[in-house]
């Protein structure tokens, strides 16, 4: 599905007056900063490590590459490299493995806006509709969705060939913030906002938001706006049936700094190098 169609400007402009918006200058809407916003003296000189590009390359995982550095199995410029942790310009040093010239895969950042009824796999046997359909030709390389999102969740789904990335966004330490756009059938409570807030015991734990509130002007209880960095499955789904509301609607408009910003339903588009920067500064 193109990432460059364009959607009815009648339709789009219906579904704005549909959706709130979140209020300007909400704590929702916060900027995201990383805890760490700098990109290593190493990274900015464009080095990589031996094993990383080795296993960009295709040839081993990061742990397998190290074990044939050390069998001498690999060149950099001619010259044989055993040590453990050299680092290499992949634009400019020719690295040799078993008589190859290897070039490392290109590195590619997909984000996609999903809509309803698409699962987060790469294939299902029983030949449900997955988000791999979605981006199938966004580029020649196998990406990966980072994260999940079940089902009927819509929003934001990143994809990508860079695992080292794939990690720092899915490890809980880090604690890049999400935003999702909840309706529910039900009004919600003012109580049951600072519960969510304080913290509720789900059957893996504790579990509380970062920020939650009315979505626009608070007129519409139905109508949450939830900021949340932790990682567990379903989690704000979870959270509110745990309070007994059943959720209409689950939309996640946020991913660690990432919008749907002229992004329509079901398309999608490539990351900017700011953006890929920006997530690289993640730590």
């Not at 490590?49 to 295709?58: M, P």
């Not at 010239?101 to 790469?122: A, C, F, G, Q």
Request: charged content about 35%; aromatic content about 6%; glycine content about 8%.
């Amino acid at each position: 599905m193109a990432s460059s169609s364009k959607p009815d400007p009648k339709s789009k402009s219906q579904k704005a007056k549909r959706e709130p918006k979140f209020k300007e200058g909400s704590k929702l809407t916060k900027p995201f900063q990383p805890k760490k916003s700098y990109i290593s003296k190493t990274e900015q000189s464009g080095l990589i490590r031996l094993n990383r590009f080795l296993s960009n390359a295709g040839i081993a995982s990061r742990r397998d590459a190290d074990k044939l550095i050390e069998l001498g199995l690999v060149s950099v410029n001619g010259k044989v490299v055993t040590e453990l942790g050299t680092k290499v310009d992949p634009k400019v040093d020719v690295v040799k493995y078993d008589d190859r010239n290897l070039r490392p895969e290109p590195m590619r950042y997909v984000l996609l806006n999903k809509p309803k009824d698409y699962i987060t796999t790469m294939e299902d046997p029983q030949e449900r509709r997955t988000v791999m359909m979605l981006v199938e030709g966004a580029c020649k390389e196998r990406i990966y969705p980072v994260g999940r999102l079940d089902r009927q969740t819509m929003g934001l789904l990143l994809f990508t060939n860079d695992g080292e990335l794939a990690k720092r966004l899915t490890h809980p330490k880090h604690g890049y913030p999400k935003l999702y756009h909840v309706e529910t059938a039900e009004k919600v409570n003012p109580a049951d906002l600072q519960k969510l807030r304080d913290g509720i015991k789900l059957e893996d734990g504790m579990v509380r938001v970062d920020e939650v509130e009315y979505v626009g002007t608070g007129k519409d209880q139905h109508q949450v706006g939830v900021r949340i960095h932790s990682g567990k499955n379903r989690i704000v789904r979870r959270m509110f049936e745990h309070l007994g509301y059943k959720i209409r609607k689950l939309d996640r408009v946020m991913f660690a700094g990432l919008t749907k910003r002229d992004l329509p339903r079901g398309r999608y588009r490539h990351l900017t190098e700011q953006e890929v920067n920006f997530l690289r500064m993640i730590r």
